[in-house]
């Protein structure tokens, strides 16, 4: 997702660290907008961000190769205090949602990958997703993202999954293409990043390919806590 909803003048609200809900323990609902499912791969764990998660996602998504094509990452780690404060109130609110991506075992947020409604209810949803550069090419995307898309389509009921990735972005692509996105079209100068404004691809996962392909492929093992 290139454009994150998320602005910082958009959050008015406070970040009071005594009172938010990211100080409860792990969350056990099945129900997603009142808490997270725990999503658990072989090596990775995604999880609902937590007001601690703040410092590794500042030394993680801020690095220039990480942030280069997406929609500029706060510049503190008090901006990112803020930025997790507003995706749970989404969350909550049921149009918004972002894992953070942990290896298992480790409690550590080395990434996040974000789903938000574009039409009432999550039938079509965007995605988007960064992960620190040190964990690239690990293959923690792809399951990361394996078990993020069968919860859009499982848990939240999405039916069209979106995605857009700069042209420029050429692991966005690469990431984007072997997990099976179809390249849809180009939007021509639809993002603006640093003062420029660039092409981008548009891919989608649609849930009957998503379904037809996973009958082809090893089931994915989504245990949700
Ligand atoms: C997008 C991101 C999460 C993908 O994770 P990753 O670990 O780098 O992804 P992978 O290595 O599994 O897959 C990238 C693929 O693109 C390929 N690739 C790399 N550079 C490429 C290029 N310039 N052109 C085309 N493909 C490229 C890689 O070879 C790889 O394919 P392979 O595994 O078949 O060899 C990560 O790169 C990232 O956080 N980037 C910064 C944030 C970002 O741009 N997010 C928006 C994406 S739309």
């Known amino acids: 997702m290139e454009k994150m909803p998320y602005r910082p003048d958009m959050d008015l609200v406070e970040v009071d660290m005594q009172t938010t809900e990211t100080v409860k323990p792990e969350v056990v609902s099945s129900d997603w907008r009142a808490g997270l499912p725990i999503l658990s791969g072989k090596r990775v764990a995604l999880r609902e961000l937590r007001m601690s998660d703040a410092p590794s996602l500042f030394a993680m998504l801020t690095t220039e190769e990480v942030a280069r094509f997406i929609s500029p990452p706060p510049t503190t780690v008090e901006g990112f205090e803020r930025l997790i404060a507003w995706n749970l109130r989404q969350r909550a609110a049921g149009t918004y949602v972002c894992y953070a991506v942990t290896l298992q075992g480790f409690d550590t947020a080395i990434g996040i ?113």
């Not at 079509?124 to 620190?132: H, L, M, R, Y």
């Not at 999405?158 to 700069?166: C, D, G, K, Q």
């Not at 990043?193 to 379904?211: C, F, M, P, S, T």
């Open 113 to 225: 990958f974000q789903i938000r409604e574009l039409e009432p209810g999550f039938g079509t949803a965007e995605w988007g997703f960064a992960i620190g550069s040190p964990f690239w090419g690990t293959g923690i995307f792809e399951e990361s993202a394996d078990l993020v898309v069968a919860f859009s389509f499982e848990t939240i009921g999405v039916h069209r999954l979106e995605a857009r990735a700069a042209i420029a972005n050429g692991r966005g692509n690469g990431a984007l293409i072997k997990i099976g996105a179809v390249q849809e079209g180009v939007l021509r100068k639809s993002f603006l990043r640093n003062g420029k404004y660039l092409d981008q691809v548009l891919y989608a996962i649609v849930e009957d390919d998503w379904r037809a392909l996973r009958e082809d492929k090893a089931p994915v093992r989504v245990q949700v806590h």
